[in-house]
């Protein structure tokens, strides 16, 4: 179908603007869309991400006759129900929506304030599960983890800068450790020249335009103590649970309470209140680093919550959520 470059990035991020030009373009998506289930007739659609690819349903959902389920992670929900430029779009769509799948308890909530009337399917990892038993070779002993891992997101949601300046804070208690900075974005690699030049920390870090593998990263995670991810407004990171299934002690910020999903605060886990806070974040880091007794209790209810990450059971929760589905079609 013909497609304008960058038709869903100005969708999304200039949505008054998208809807003005929507209709002289030849083909919309939605149009596409319109004439794909008019042929298909499908008893089902599921659609994945809100902003991008579910609006366009809208438009197909008027003159089809199919149950629609749909499945919100990241900031669908949370970041953008407060963007008066979508608030129309999500509470239009919602309101159509017969089933929700979500990545977070959180989500529920949220998607039943804005008007969702259907059933929740349930809150499944964004990612499928993983094969825990294949992964196990890349979990080093607790003796030998002397890592911290930060993930270095820094733009709308993520906030990289005021984990590395609490790591700055507290450079004279991080003798020994290594820090890696994974996926950085350009003002993140800035800073970590910045602090190397300072001091003697010597941060290491991998830039967010040219990642390496995801085994690689697991493999990083394998070998951390502790596993930093802060940002303003997220879902169930994928990174938040390769943390626990790899035995590294999860430091995470909690956007409208979703982390404590999986982080009991003290227990498995520390809990970022305020993701702008380097105190906070660097007495949260200092407090993890100096109590091996805190982050040995944690591996072990890790590796109990662990197994619910396990990729065949998640498979056979999402295929009871779909033959839910299949008999009331």
């Known amino acids: ?35 794909l289930i008019k042929v298909l007739k499908p008893d089902l659609v599921h659609s994945l991400e809100m902003q991008s690819q579910t609006y366009h349903l809208l438009k197909a959902k008027k003159i089809g006759d199919f149950k629609w389920a749909y499945s919100s992670w990241g900031s669908d929900l949370y970041f953008y129900q407060n963007q008066k430029n979508h608030q129309h ?41 993983y094969d825990l038993k294949k992964l196990q070779p890349l979990i080093k002993p607790f003796a030998d983890r002397k890592l911290i891992l930060i993930k270095g997101y820094h733009h709308w949601a993520g906030r990289a800068l005021p984990v590395l300046n609490a790591l700055k804070s507290i450079k004279d208690s991080l003798k020994g450790y290594k820090i890696y900075v994974y996926a950085a974005h350009p003002v993140v690699v800035e800073r970590i020249c910045q602090i190397n030049k300072e001091t003697n920390l010597k941060i290491d870090y991998s830039q967010r335009q040219n990642e390496f593998s995801h085994s690689e990263l697991l493999s990083k995670f394998g070998q951390a103590k502790i596993a930093v991810g802060n940002s303003v407004s997220d879902g ?7 943390a626990i299934i790899m035995g590294a002690f999860p430091i995470q910020s909690n956007p409208g309470d979703v982390s404590k999903d999986y982080i009991k605060d003290g227990i498995n886990g520390f809990l970022i209140q305020n993701p702008e806070d380097e105190n906070e974040i660097a007495s949260k880091i200092l407090c993890a680093l100096n109590d091996e007794n805190l982050i040995k209790k944690a591996q072990l209810e890790n590796k109990n919550l662990a197994q619910k990450l396990e990729y065949l059971y998640i498979q056979k929760e999402v295929l009871k959520a779909y033959k839910t589905i299949q008999s009331q079609l």
């Open 89 to 129: 779009q999500i509470k239009k769509v919602l309101s159509n929506l017969d089933y929700l799948f979500t990545d977070n308890s959180r989500d529920i909530n949220s998607a039943i304030k804005l008007g969702f009337k259907g059933q929740s399917m349930g809150v499944f990892p964004g990612g499928g599960g």
């Open 1 to 35: 179908m013909p497609y304008l470059k960058g038709e869903d990035w100005l969708k999304k991020h200039f949505p008054k603007l998208f809807y003005l030009i929507e209709p002289f373009l030849k083909l919309t998506a939605a149009d596409k869309l319109v004439e």
């Open 236 to 242: 169930i990171p994928n990174t938040l649970l390769e």
